[in-house]
């Protein structure tokens, strides 16, 4: 049988994630409800990129270069996601882990290459 108990301490961390997140979602629009800093306007409804209202239309394409260095910057954001906790009890782990994150490493050092021959950290 499973002891429930033992989850107990995540789900109050969950609850108190929750209550956390929804205060600080809810509260500041409460806050300027009774504040009166809650006025919409036309000029304040209207969308703007960067301070200044968008020269084209938002549904336009974007260039698909911008999605794959999206991707590329995800991977080896991973990659350092993976290599922290490897890094840190590397020594009690022993030969086996550290010739797999070698050949992990090996790996993406190869798809880093494969994407620089190819051209997709060039930027025209």
Same mark, same amino acid.
């Given at each position: 049988m499973v002891?429930? &108990?033992q989850y107990l301490p995540i789900l109050l961390f969950l609850g /108190? #994630?929750? #209550?956390?997140s929804s205060a600080f979602v809810f509260l500041p629009m409460i806050a300027a409800r009774f504040t009166g800093a809650h006025k919409p306007n036309p000029e304040k409804l209207s969308e703007y990129e960067c301070g200044f209202p968008a020269f084209e239309d938002p549904r336009s394409q974007f260039d698909v270069r911008f999605y794959l260095v999206a991707i590329l910057f995800i991977v080896f954001d991973l990659e350092a996601a993976f290599i922290y906790p490897w890094a @840190? &009890? @590397?020594f009690s782990l022993g030969? @086996? #882990?550290w010739i797999s994150m070698m050949i992990f490493i090996a790996e993406l050092a190869l798809g880093? /290459?494969?994407a620089w021959k190819k051209g997709a950290l060039d930027w025209e």
């Open positions: 002891d429930l &108990s /108190v #994630a929750i #209550a956390l @840190v &009890s @590397v030969w @086996v #882990a880093l /290459v494969y």
